[in-house]
């Protein structure tokens, strides 16, 4: 049995995520979760909210236990990306590109 959560639309990158996502990959709920609260970065509270989420979607959904959980897999993908203009030398415009993530995190008992 697996459950999951999905945040949508969120305003970071995905590679700035992602990076935080490799780390907690693998590990039981309670140590992804201390990883998380001392990692000093903008996506690993972000991931924190969605994979306390997932765990509560786990116990409360499907009466798994806490105790036996293990983060079977965290993503951040690519979300729709905002366009905006930068004007540059001789009349010039130079785009940036805002990105945003969905984040997501599975869980799994394991057996």
């Given at each position: 049995?697996?459950?999951?959560?999905?945040?949508?639309?969120?305003?970071?990158?995905?590679?700035?995520?992602?990076?935080?996502?490799?780390?907690?990959?693998?590990?039981?709920?309670?140590?992804?979760?201390?990883?998380?609260?001392?990692?000093?970065?903008?996506?690993?509270?972000?991931?924190?909210?969605?994979?306390?989420?997932?765990?509560?979607?786990?116990?409360?959904?499907?009466?798994?236990?806490?105790?036996?959980?293990?983060?079977?897999?965290?993503?951040?993908?690519?979300?729709?990306?905002?366009?905006?203009?930068?004007?540059?030398?001789?009349?010039m415009a130079y785009p940036i590109i805002?990105?945003?993530?969905?984040?997501?995190?599975?869980?799994?008992?394991?057996?």
């Amino acid at each position: 049995m697996e459950a999951r959560a999905v945040a949508k639309y969120v305003r970071i990158s995905p590679l700035k995520v992602n990076f935080i996502c490799k780390e907690i990959r693998g590990k039981q709920v309670d140590e992804a979760l201390a990883i998380l609260q001392f990692t000093p970065k903008k996506g690993a509270r972000l991931l924190e909210k969605v994979l306390n989420s997932a765990i509560a979607n786990a116990e409360n959904n499907l009466s798994l236990d806490r105790d036996n959980l293990y983060v079977a897999d965290a993503y951040a993908n690519d979300g729709p990306h905002m366009k905006r203009w930068r004007p540059k030398a001789k009349g010039m415009a130079y785009p940036i590109i805002k990105r945003s993530s969905h984040i997501g995190v599975v869980v799994k008992e394991r057996e």
